[in-house]
């Protein structure tokens, strides 16, 4: 059968097959080359380089030595070890910094405070403080006015609490040093606390409470249930977050009165990164030392308590369960999630075994399902390569070790849909009392060496090196050089991991579950799992394929 064809394009066609096979056609080389100007041409068309003798500078070429040139002076690397320094004022407040080369500065403060010390008052003031961190003072009368000055200097402000610190800080040109100092004076010693302000951080507080409750990510309520189990109604088990039957109860005189007993200058540690120490030392004697605090200036009536609660950390164990509904995120990939984190006593910053632990949890690791197995995500950690890469139905495990001054918390987050509950658990829990298990020398340099990686990598940002310079004096009166903690590091044998895990596991185990947690098995259970072999009572062998 005839293929239909169009006899005017297939004319066209070949009319411009001929045109271009005579405009284009390749010229053939017949091997002679025309050369000017230092560079051949060929017939086809193409060019070679040809070096060219012509003399085009007077200057000798840079490929022979200059004569009568002395020797070369290279460059070496100076001595960064700058040393911290640390100068006590009359009032008790603490200054030390940590002189850097570069434009900007850090600066800021850093307080003995936190939800830790809310045992006489409503929980969430801290919360609150939070939220009203940099408004109006008694030098600037609305927070424009204190942004507005940053912003001259090219500078910006943040405020973050922990359970047992309050931080307040600025990074800006160093030239504007001056402002920055007066600015941190005013909103830790002078806020105004107006009325209105207040109001619009309590709806900011309902706001983040709401909010919380909607993510996918429960971490901020889970770590709050986590430490209430573990250290229940004392220190560090208070919540972070204000409950929502509190917000109506803080006012500003709660507020002026917590902050007159906490916020004092014996509890302060003001630290600058990229500053000279003397210049520090002369501001804060002129804006921290000199003039009046708020709470001073309005006479405020001390209320019970009439001092700071010194009461020490006491680690109990137990459980906070929360039968909920957590949203689907469908769209993102998330199907419905239980989330449960179990969690044994660690020790606080201070303890021997502190460093042991630092590299136990790197060993464990962990991190989300999605990117397990990628290069940089942690896939050979415990957690990815026996928990995450064998069980298709988890999808996140993560161990997190919090240290604070008396006491600690090494936990494991994890989340697999509810009808998988008590798998989570008894995988989570035989990970825990596998801990003690003697780590491969690999397994154990890997560990160490990613932990000194990620110590000096962070100390890299001034913020950090600010805010590792603030927590230290605070805590010990003095700050350790980094190469201190990496020769630490260096010394932990697999022994001390050991060591530091069966420590962990002598402790009654905490556990904190929110989601559709029907049919979680109880601590009882847990802790009878961990004393044996890691396994739940009456629970058949895992499978991978379930």
Same mark, same amino acid.
């Given at each position: 059968?005839?293929?239909?064809?169009?006899?005017?394009?297939?004319?066209?066609?070949?009319?411009?097959?001929? +045109?271009?096979?005579?405009?284009?056609?390749?010229?053939?080389?017949?091997?002679?080359?025309?050369?000017?100007?230092?560079?051949?041409?060929?017939?086809?068309?193409?060019?070679?380089?040809?070096?060219?003798?012509?003399?085009?500078?007077?200057?000798?070429?840079?490929?022979?030595?200059?004569?009568?040139?002395?020797?070369?002076?290279?460059?070496?690397?100076?001595?960064?070890?700058?040393?911290?320094?640390?100068?006590?004022?009359?009032?008790?407040?603490?200054?030390?910094?940590?002189?850097?080369?570069?434009?900007?500065?850090?600066?800021?403060?850093?307080?003995?405070?936190?939800?830790?010390?809310?045992?006489?008052?409503?929980?969430?003031?801290?919360?609150?403080?939070?939220?009203?961190?940099?408004?109006?003072?008694?030098?600037?009368?609305?927070?424009?006015?204190?942004?507005?000055?940053?912003?001259?200097?090219?500078?910006?402000?943040?405020?973050?609490?922990?359970?047992?610190?309050?931080?307040?800080?600025?990074?800006?040109?160093?030239?504007?040093?001056?402002?920055?100092?007066?600015?941190?004076?005013?909103?830790?010693?002078?806020?105004?606390?107006?009325?209105?302000?207040?109001?619009?951080?309590?709806?900011?507080?309902?706001?983040?409470?709401?909010?919380?409750?909607?993510?996918?990510?429960?971490?901020?309520?889970?770590?709050?249930?986590?430490?209430?189990?573990?250290?229940?109604?004392?220190?560090?088990?208070?919540?972070?977050?204000?409950?929502?039957?509190? /917000?109506?109860?803080?006012?500003?005189?709660?507020?002026?009165?917590?902050?007159?007993?906490?916020?004092?200058?014996?509890?302060?540690?003001?630290?600058?990164?990229?500053?000279?120490?003397?210049?520090?030392?002369?501001?804060?004697?002129?804006?921290?030392?000199?003039?009046?605090?708020?709470?001073?200036?309005?006479?405020?009536?001390?209320?019970?308590? /009439?001092?700071?609660?010194?009461?020490?950390?006491? =680690?109990?164990?137990?459980?906070?369960?929360?039968? +909920?509904?957590?949203?689907?995120?469908?769209?993102?990939?998330?199907?419905?999630?239980?989330?449960?984190?179990?969690?044994?006593?660690?020790?606080?910053?201070?303890?021997?075994?502190?460093? /042991?632990?630092?590299?136990?949890?790197?060993?464990?690791?962990?991190?989300?399902?999605?990117?397990?197995?990628?290069?940089?995500?942690?896939? =050979?950690?415990?957690?990815?390569?026996?928990?995450?890469?064998?069980?298709?139905?988890? =999808?996140?495990?993560?161990?997190?070790?919090?240290?604070?001054?008396?006491?600690?918390?090494?936990?494991?987050?994890?989340?697999?849909?509810?009808?998988?509950?008590?798998?989570?658990?008894?995988?989570?829990?035989?990970?825990?009392?596998?801990?003690?298990?003697?780590?491969?020398?690999?397994?154990?340099?890997?560990?160490?060496?990613?932990?000194?990686?990620?110590?000096?990598?962070?100390?890299?940002?001034?913020?950090?090196?600010?805010?590792?310079?603030?927590?230290?004096?605070?805590?010990?009166?003095?700050?350790?050089?980094?190469?201190?903690?990496?020769?630490?590091?260096?010394?932990?044998?697999?022994?001390?991991?050991?060591?530091?895990?069966?420590?962990?596991?002598?402790?009654?185990?905490?556990?904190?579950?929110?989601?559709?947690?029907?049919?979680?098995?109880?601590?009882?259970?847990?802790?009878?799992?961990?004393?044996?072999?890691?396994?739940?009572?009456?629970?058949?062998?895992?499978?991978?394929?379930?």
């Amino acid at each position: 059968m005839a293929l239909p064809f169009n006899t005017k394009t297939l004319t066209s066609r070949v009319f411009l097959n001929k +045109c271009c096979r005579t405009i284009w056609r390749p010229y053939v080389s017949t091997g002679g080359a025309n050369i000017e100007g230092g560079r051949a041409s060929n017939l086809d068309g193409s060019t070679i380089n040809v070096p060219s003798k012509e003399i085009v500078t007077p200057l000798p070429p840079l490929s022979q030595p200059i004569p009568d040139l002395p020797p070369v002076q290279y460059a070496r690397p100076g001595d960064q070890s700058n040393v911290t320094q640390v100068t006590r004022l009359s009032n008790g407040l603490r200054v030390a910094s940590e002189n850097r080369f570069g434009q900007f500065c850090t600066v800021g403060v850093v307080i003995d405070s936190g939800p830790r010390y809310e045992l006489a008052y409503p929980s969430g003031v801290s919360h609150f403080l939070e939220k009203l961190a940099f408004q109006s003072t008694q030098s600037f009368g609305e927070k424009d006015v204190i942004f507005k000055e940053l912003e001259q200097h090219g500078g910006i402000c943040d405020c973050q609490s922990s359970r047992d610190t309050f931080v307040y800080a600025a990074s800006a040109d160093s030239r504007g040093l001056d402002s920055v100092s007066r600015i941190l004076a005013d909103v830790v010693l002078r806020p105004k606390l107006a009325t209105e302000e207040v109001d619009m951080a309590r709806q900011a507080v309902k706001f983040e409470l709401e909010t919380l409750g909607m993510r996918p990510e429960q971490e901020p309520i889970l770590m709050d249930m986590i430490h209430a189990a573990a250290f229940r109604d004392n220190t560090l088990g208070l919540p972070k977050l204000c409950p929502p039957q509190n /917000a109506d109860q803080i006012d500003r005189t709660l507020l002026l009165n917590y902050l007159k007993h906490h916020h004092s200058p014996d509890r302060m540690v003001l630290a600058g990164v990229g500053v000279p120490h003397d210049d520090l030392v002369r501001l804060a004697e002129k804006y921290f030392v000199e003039g009046s605090t708020t709470w001073d200036m309005e006479k405020i009536v001390a209320k019970d308590p /009439a001092g700071v609660d010194g009461s020490i950390a006491q =680690y109990t164990g137990g459980s906070k369960l929360e039968e +909920c509904a957590i949203p689907v995120y469908a769209a993102v990939g998330l199907p419905e999630l239980a989330h449960v984190v179990i969690g044994l006593k660690g020790c606080s910053h201070q303890d021997k075994d502190f460093i /042991a632990a630092c590299v136990l949890n790197i060993m464990m690791g962990g991190g989300g399902s999605f990117s397990a197995g990628g290069p940089g995500k942690g896939m =050979y950690t415990r957690l990815y390569t026996n928990v995450l890469n064998r069980y298709h139905w988890m =999808y996140s495990a993560t161990a997190y070790n919090h240290a604070y001054g008396d006491s600690g918390l090494f936990c494991i987050h994890a989340t697999a849909p509810p009808t998988h509950i008590r798998s989570l658990v008894e995988v989570i829990t035989r990970e825990l009392y596998t801990m003690q298990a003697k780590p491969g020398d690999q397994e154990l340099q890997r560990a160490k060496t990613q932990l000194q990686s990620m110590l000096l990598m962070n100390l890299e940002a001034r913020p950090v090196v600010f805010e590792d310079i603030g927590r230290q004096v605070l805590a010990t009166g003095e700050r350790r050089r980094p190469e201190h903690f990496i020769q630490e590091i260096g010394k932990i044998t697999a022994e001390d991991i050991q060591n530091v895990a069966r420590r962990f596991l002598a402790s009654p185990p905490a556990l904190a579950a929110r989601g559709e947690i029907k049919g979680i098995p109880d601590v009882k259970d847990i802790q009878t799992a961990l004393a044996g072999e890691g396994r739940l009572p009456g629970n058949r062998r895992l499978s991978l394929f379930r």
